[in-house]
């Protein structure tokens, strides 16, 4: 997956806050921010693939779909 940068796409994690929800004793959220990973990017030998580099490396997301549903 390449963003419309033509980098592979970046992890990002969600800042969350608490806020208060009117008058009662509730609290909701809000985004504080929004954090990119800055973890190189998973290498992967693929030398017929179009975007790989002159070794035959091609740069791929630095998502791990396995830590993304533990944490």
Not at 22 to 28: D, L, V, Y
């Amino acid at each position: 997956m390449v963003s419309s940068n033509g980098q592979p796409y970046r992890a990002k994690q969600v800042v969350f806050s608490t806020t208060p929800v009117g008058q009662e004793a509730a609290n909701g959220v809000r985004v504080t921010q929004v954090i990119e990973d800055k973890s190189a990017p998973k290498q992967v030998y693929d030398p017929k693939h179009p975007l790989a580099d002159e070794k035959g490396f091609v740069a791929m997301p630095n998502v791990n779909v396995v830590e993304e549903w533990s944490t």
